[in-house]
């Protein structure tokens, strides 16, 4: 099935409250990038940045190939990598990107935040990636947690479900699949990587509609918003977004 990116870039500026978990979201990603998790990368494939890339964040690598198909972010990100011979940016999807000749054969990081579950094929997506990377390449994927507190509150009010079935939101965003930790897990090392690192991240108590409106009113502010992001540890596997790093086996 065949994506608009036209409505779903416009659908995705008009997101609530998506501009702070973007910012929370590359600030955890770059954490676990510099963690000893991650270790030592030299060859980099980051796939559908839009409006928060990790590559210009990145210092000590040898080459990063950035896939963006959504044209505008394509152009976006373009300006970025003018600065750098070792940043090559494409406005191709990853599937398209496997008969490119200016793909690399062995990549030791592939980078897929906040992009899986709106592919069309999260499977062929996965086995792409596992054919890309390097012996004992890493792959870090970011997803939406359906069983975060928010969603488990939402379901016991009757608002919104939990488990698979996607909520209207995750519909009008052409989302494909969403994932628990459990169910993360499974698929992805069902799909030939070895889990190093999983958790998730953010607890939400509301959704992002309510959060935006709580910000707008001044009832949340940065403060409060910190410790949201804080307390993840505390509350295992219910925060907003699941994090995993796995290894190609």
Do not use: W
């Amino acid at each position: 099935m065949s994506r608009d990116f036209e409505q779903y870039f416009k659908n995705f500026l008009e997101l609530p409250f998506e501009r702070i978990l973007e910012r929370y979201r590359l600030q955890k990603v770059l954490e676990l990038i510099d963690s000893e998790h991650v270790g030592n990368v030299g060859k980099i494939l980051e796939v559908g940045p839009a409006l928060s890339p990790v590559f210009d964040k990145l210092d000590e690598y040898e080459l990063i190939h950035i896939l963006e198909p959504i044209y505008k972010c394509y152009q976006m990100n373009l300006q970025k990598t003018k600065e750098r011979n070792s940043l090559h940016i494409f406005n191709l999807t990853l599937e398209d990107f496997l008969d490119s000749p200016q793909r690399c054969s062995e990549y030791d990081l592939i980078l897929l935040s906040s992009v899986l579950h709106e592919m069309p094929n999260y499977r062929k997506a996965l086995k792409s990636c596992h054919s890309l990377l390097a012996k004992d390449g890493k792959i870090l994927i970011v997803v939406p947690n359906n069983e975060s507190i928010h969603r488990l509150i939402g379901a016991r009010n009757g608002i919104h479900p939990i488990g698979e079935k996607l909520t209207i939101n995750e519909l009008l965003m052409q989302q494909r699949i969403s994932f628990s930790v459990k169910t993360a897990k499974h698929n992805f090392e069902k799909h030939g990587f070895k889990t190093i690192f999983m958790k998730t991240e953010f607890i939400k108590i509301f959704s992002n509609s309510d959060m935006q409106d709580l910000l707008n009113q001044g009832i949340l502010n940065e403060d409060i918003i910190n410790i949201f992001s804080k307390i993840s540890s505390l509350l295992p596997n219910v925060g907003a977004e699941i994090f995993y790093l796995g290894q190609k086996i």
